[in-house]
């Protein structure tokens, strides 16, 4: 269990330090199309930026709220991916093939920096938010198995 | 759009199961129904591939447009298009029979039903991927769901979904360890690439001791003696209405990617320091029918010794494939394709027992015969097409098996698959004379079991004859398969 921090040095160096990842997080997201980066590096900091947000504030404060938004977002990443693959499947292209990208007034150079940009966005999403649950399920969630049950299997 | 079918196949159950929380937020139970509906389409989608597959042969799918080796690929053979149908066909019969027969506190459960979904597309996924490193992703999209639904009911299953999980992780650790190897060693990780580039280095102590850390997690995945401990206690807790699904697909699927790796990879005759690589398999194969066929034996509770009787027909199936000639190798496939309904149906039986009598042990299966005739209608069928008696599948896939051994000259795994036979016959044996024994307690009235059960066990019966009736259209679709090249 994690309580709010009290410090004013910790929360008001939260305060600076976490929009600044968070902003960082989005740059390496969008330069994955250019350099080294991409939506999982890109999805572990922002998550990595939730993850500090709630440590410093607590999972119930409305700084964190976002954090507690985002773990309904379980599938939402996986669904844009999918759903980036299937508008390829309806242009009549493979799977993930950007050629056919059903977006109009876009030619091919855009529909693949489109395709791959969207597709990066979902790998984000979904990395960002299996990190965030991770850290509340491994210090929020109680103990569902009564002790007496455990010693007993 | 025909050529889309195998993604199409893997994104049906993908997608609905990753939004079911999304569909079904307002209205749980419609659950099971989504379910049912989306394995329906997978089982309409995969007819519609095997047509694909009979009309134009084998076909390579490349993802992105970007051909293999440089891209992803997957292979939609003739294996692939016949055992996703089959899996197609177990799923919407288990799921039809997993409704009636489900806990109170699973039957509204998304998680469940989503684990399920997604556990079925990554089975999707093995079957088609032709790539070495897809086929450790998918494997673990299924270990990792199967986990979970393992311990869905809770209680004791927790224990026995920990020990799965641990000694699952590990035969996945081995297998990544093994594809190591062989990518230092050849750069590739596609099947077909490295079907060119591995016979030459088949020397090299890397090389082979790769492809043993791949034999050795997979076979803790496909529970092969002397790797199968986890296998009965998960499947003997697991919760009734998934361990069909569980039991017909998990480690048949396993097994089929070993055998596109053994086929793609191990050429028949190759030979590491003059051992023959594919004979060794074969004894594998042997010690793990006549073991696993001796454990069902001694086993008193019913959902175990069907398991073991599963374990023992992974070694059936490795044997049969292992020989080294066409005919053996269509009779393992085969088997192995008859073993996932077989497996569904005694499954199936046994949760049934356990829903409408409360039956656990043999002992308590006294008397139960007078009282469910559909009962005992389905698993006479079962036990037929177990120990291998015309018309069911069963005898046509142990048939060619032996036929195989002897064109081998391997006259001990022609001995195995006999002596196998003789040990299901006395499992089974053992099981009739306590379901047709006179009941301890004189309330037996007939049974009022649901259409919907009926209907579920009437299919699963049929589907054993009627493979054995089709199986010799099989077999020349399976033949054509490796004789056409590609596996």
Request: aromatic share 10%; with cysteine.
């Amino acid at each position: 269990m994690i309580r709010p921090h009290d410090s004013a040095i910790v929360r008001t160096l939260g305060h600076i330090v976490i929009p600044i990842a968070q902003l960082f997080g989005i740059y390496v997201l969008v330069f994955g199309q250019h350099g080294p980066g991409g939506g999982f590096v890109g999805g572990v900091i922002i998550a990595a930026s939730m993850i500090l947000g709630i440590l410093i504030f607590g999972i119930d404060s409305p700084d964190s709220v976002l954090a507690r938004k985002i773990l309904h977002g379980d599938g939402l990443g996986l669904l844009i991916f999918a759903g980036v693959g299937g508008l390829c499947l309806i242009g009549g292209g493979q799977f993930l093939n950007y050629s056919y990208l059903q977006i109009p007034s876009l030619d091919e150079a855009s529909q693949h920096y489109v395709g791959i940009l969207l597709t990066q966005i979902g790998v984000a999403v979904d990395v960002a938010v299996t990190g965030v649950s991770i850290a509340v399920s491994l210090s929020f969630e109680e103990d569902e198995i009564p002790n007496d049950e455990v010693t007993n299997v | 759009m025909s050529s889309n079918l195998p993604v199409l196949l893997f994104l049906v159950p993908f997608v609905m199961g990753v939004s079911m929380p999304l569909l079904t937020a307002k209205r749980r139970s419609w659950c099971p129904n989504i379910t049912l509906g989306t394995f329906g389409v997978m089982l309409l989608l995969s007819i519609a591939n095997l047509r694909v597959v009979l009309a134009q042969g084998s076909i390579e799918y490349a993802f992105g447009g970007w051909a293999a080796p440089i891209g992803i690929a997957w292979l939609n053979d003739s294996i692939a298009a016949i055992v996703v149908l089959i899996m197609s066909l177990v799923a919407v019969i288990t799921q039809i029979y997993g409704r009636l027969d489900i806990a109170k506190d699973l039957e509204k459960s998304i998680p469940y039903y989503t684990l399920i979904l997604i556990m079925v597309s990554g089975l999707v996924g093995v079957i088609f991927a032709a790539d070495l490193f897809n086929v450790f992703v998918f494997l673990e999209v299924v270990a990792l769901t199967g986990y979970a639904l393992v311990g869905a009911a809770g209680g004791k299953g927790l224990v026995y979904a920990f020990r799965y999980l641990l000694l699952g992780s590990f035969g996945a650790s081995l297998y990544l360890l093994g594809l190591g190897h062989l990518y230092v060693a050849t750069g590739t990780l596609n099947m077909e690439d490295l079907a060119v580039r591995l016979p030459e280095l088949m020397t090299s102590t890397a090389v082979a001791g790769g492809l043993i850390y791949i034999f050795l997690g997979l076979s803790i995945k496909m529970a092969l003696i002397p790797l199968h401990s986890w296998l009965p206690d998960a499947y003997a807790n697991a919760p009734s209405s998934v361990t069909p699904l569980l039991a017909s697909t998990v480690t048949k699927v396993s097994l089929v990617a070993w055998i596109r790796i053994e086929y793609s990879i191990i050429a028949p005759g190759v030979e590491v320091s003059h051992v023959p690589v594919v004979v060794l398999l074969e004894e594998l194969g042997v010690i793990a029918a006549l073991i696993g066929g001796a454990l069902a034996l001694i086993q008193t509770n019913l959902k175990r010794m069907f398991a073991y009787g599963g374990i023992s027909h992974i070694g059936l199936i490795l044997i049969g494939v292992s020989l080294g000639n066409t005919t053996g190798f269509a009779g393992g496939m085969f088997y192995l394709i008859n073993d996932a309904v077989m497996q569904a149906s005694l499954f199936m039986i046994a949760g049934t027992l356990i829903y409408y009598h409360g039956v656990h042990t043999l002992e308590d299966l006294r008397g139960v015969g007078r009282q469910s005739p559909w009962l005992t209608g389905a698993l006479v069928v079962a036990a037929v097409a177990m120990v291998g008696l015309p018309p069911t599948g069963g005898f046509f896939g142990k048939w060619n098996i032996i036929l195989g051994a002897l064109e081998a000259q391997h006259y001990l795994a022609a001995f195995t698959v006999v002596a196998s036979t003789l040990l299901t016959l006395a499992y089974f044996l053992k099981i009739f004379s306590c379901w047709f024994h006179q009941p301890q307690h004189a309330t037996s009235e007939p049974l009022v079991v649901s259409n919907a059960l009926r209907f579920s066990l009437g299919a699963i019966s049929f589907s054993m004859i009627a493979l054995g009736l089709m199986s010799d259209t099989i077999f020349q679709f399976l033949i054509e398969s490796i004789t056409t090249g590609g596996v």
